[in-house]
């Protein structure tokens, strides 16, 4: 019986090429691959333009993309605009695969950020998980699946994928740590989980490809882990105020928003304080989506610090905490320098 099998893969940056995903130990945290530091601002419109395709091919992508938007506090805009954050070519030659959530807005304006090689079922719906932050269900920290490794750098070896064997334990073997991710356990029936034959799996029994979103995924991608629609709203920063302004993640997975507007150009410092490990990103000018910087422990002790020249216009500070599960204080100001 032929093992061929068609595996998406995700496009990594190359600063994060030889950063691999390492696997946990058995027992750790089981929760399932949101990878949360590359979260778009809850309640962003992301602009899809298509480089090519045809008008049937479009139509399935524009489709299976509002499978997430019915639940997810996020939205689609089909646009030519040249800057959209999600570009879709349809080359037949290269597989279906995409950029990361907003590793997205680190690709030249002239490359696609994702490719719909092949239309399959849920393959376009696949993609878009992918573009809104969601990661490969197989790659679950919790031990869903245990593999017969050899078989799979074997098969992936052969066409179509014709991977090394480096690239099969990136894309299909080594589990996300469990600091990398939010979400759900494993979840068997997700969008997000390819068809693997039973050859492959300890046990004998393999996984069924899925062409619908699962219950679990249409929970998860609106609550408050990832795009819930009862986001905090934004908080209204002054540029130079002589005190930090206080804040609190009052709840697991909470995301804090912040909004500044820069009136001469120069240089900036964003950053955290308190003893909460906060992660920090910054969007703009007058963009919630265009991602200029991001920050973990720049600052002093477990705070954040970015420091970048600013043009005039309005900024966006997106602030969430760097331990699921975990909530507390800190503040958070914004300083020419």
Not at 89 to 105: I, L, M
Not at 148 to 167: C, F, G, H, M, S
Not at 278 to 295: C, H, Q, Y
């Amino acid at each position: 019986m032929s093992t061929t099998v068609r595996v998406c893969h995700e496009r990594v940056l190359p600063s994060e090429m030889f950063r691999p995903q390492s696997t946990v130990r058995r027992g750790g945290t089981t929760r399932a691959v949101f990878v949360w530091r590359k979260m778009w601002v809850t309640g962003s419109r992301l602009r899809v333009r298509f480089l090519d395709g045809t008008s049937e091919q479009q139509r399935i992508a524009r489709e299976q993309a509002s499978w997430w938007t019915e639940h997810a506090n996020l939205s689609f805009a089909f646009t030519n605009d040249l800057d959209a954050e999600i570009r879709i070519t349809f080359d037949p030659d290269d597989g279906a695969w995409s950029y990361v959530g907003t590793d997205c807005s680190s690709i030249a304006r002239h490359l696609p950020t994702m490719n719909l090689g092949f239309l399959d079922g849920g393959t376009p719906a696949h993609e878009f998980g992918h573009a809104i932050g969601l990661a490969h269900e197989h790659q679950n920290p919790s031990p869903g699946i245990q593999w017969n490794e050899a078989v799979v750098i074997r098969d992936l070896a052969k066409p179509p994928n014709q991977w090394t064997e480096e690239e099969a334990r990136h894309n299909v073997l080594d589990r996300y740590r469990s600091n990398q991710i939010r979400g759900t356990n494993f979840d068997p029936h997700s969008i997000m989980l390819y068809f693997f034959p039973d050859s492959w799996v300890q046990g004998g029994k393999g996984t069924k490809e899925n062409h619908a979103l699962s219950d679990l995924d249409k929970a998860f991608i609106g609550s408050r882990e990832a795009y819930p629609h009862a986001a905090k709203p934004y908080v209204d920063l002054k540029v130079g105020a002589r005190t930090s302004t206080r804040a609190d993640i009052g709840k697991p997975g909470e995301e804090d928003v912040y909004r500044f507007h820069v009136t001469r150009a120069g240089n900036h410092v964003i950053r955290t304080g308190g003893k909460t490990d906060v992660v920090l990103k910054l969007f703009g000018p007058n963009s919630s989506t265009r991602l200029i910087a991001e920050d973990d422990d720049s600052g002093v002790g477990l705070n954040a610090r970015i420091k970048a020249l600013l043009v005039p216009g309005e900024y966006i500070a997106q602030v969430r905490h760097a331990k699921k599960g975990a909530t507390g204080t800190y503040t958070i100001r914004v300083t020419r320098d």
